[in-house]
């Protein structure tokens, strides 16, 4: 069995548009941090910690936007991911 969890979060029934950041949670239907007994016991940690580093970054560039031709996503069945993610401060 190969389990490709690259199409995780992306389930159209589920994810109507899927390459858009929701920072509110998608409806909370998420399983970035997996669900039932194993579920992540850092997805709390992790959630503060992308809330403090994503208020910092916008602190420090408030226009911050994509550049054009952003994002490039690695070319994976397996792991959904990028390679490069150009942003433009100004
Ligand atoms: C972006 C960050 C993270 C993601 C996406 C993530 C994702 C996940 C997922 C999907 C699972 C469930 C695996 C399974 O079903 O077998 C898991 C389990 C786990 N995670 Fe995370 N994790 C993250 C950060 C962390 C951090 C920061 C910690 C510790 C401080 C942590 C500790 C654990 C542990 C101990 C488990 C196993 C729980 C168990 O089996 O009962 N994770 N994580």
Do not use: Q
């Given at each position: 069995m190969v389990p490709l969890i690259g199409a995780a979060n992306r389930d159209p029934a589920r994810?109507?548009?899927?390459?858009r950041l929701d920072v509110a949670g998608r409806?909370?239907?998420?399983i970035s941090f997996g669900?039932?007994?194993?579920?992540?016991?850092?997805a709390l940690l992790t959630r503060i910690e992308a809330e403090i580093t994503f208020r910092q970054v916008l602190q420090r560039w408030p226009h911050l936007r994509l550049a054009d031709g952003s994002p490039q996503w690695a070319d994976n069945p397996a792991y959904r991911g990028l390679t490069a993610l150009d942003v433009v401060t100004g």
């Open positions: 994810h109507p548009d899927p390459d409806d909370g239907a998420s669900s039932g007994a194993h579920v992540c016991i850092g």
